[in-house]
Nanobody
């Protein structure tokens, strides 16, 4: 069993900052990709940013230059630093981690429970 626990969401004014964290725990042999997705009401869940085990990153165009993803492999944790927040960043943010539970298992994708980010204008 793998658990993902997210924290750091909340209400912030436009132009402000928030930092999201996601800790993976449980049966973990290795972690490949760690990332963040978001889903606004009535919209599909979209990729915000992801970071692979080697450190390469990928960002949605809408957040480039404002958001920074990082990971602490020793703590099985991924972070999302969000600066210059805009009302259109309002959404539920979900952590997504690709994990192999044992040496012989396949990689599987796991989701956190989601954390609300609300940006007021």
């Amino acid at each position: 069993q793998v658990q993902l626990v997210e924290s750091g969401g909340g209400l912030v004014q436009a132009g402000g900052s928030l930092r999201l964290s996601c800790v993976a725990s449980g049966s973990i042999f290795s972690i490949n990709t760690m990332g963040w997705y978001r889903q606004a009401p009535g919209k599909q869940r979209d990729l915000v940013a992801q970071i692979i085990s080697g450190g390469s990153t990928n960002y949605a165009d809408s957040v480039k230059g404002r958001f920074t993803i990082s990971r602490d492999n020793a703590k099985n944790t991924v972070y999302l630093e969000m600066n210059s927040l805009k009302p259109e960043d309002t959404a539920v943010y979900y952590c997504n981690v690709v994990i192999r539970e044992t040496r012989w298992a396949r990689f599987g994708a796991y989701w956190g429970q989601g954390t609300q980010v609300t940006v007021s204008s």
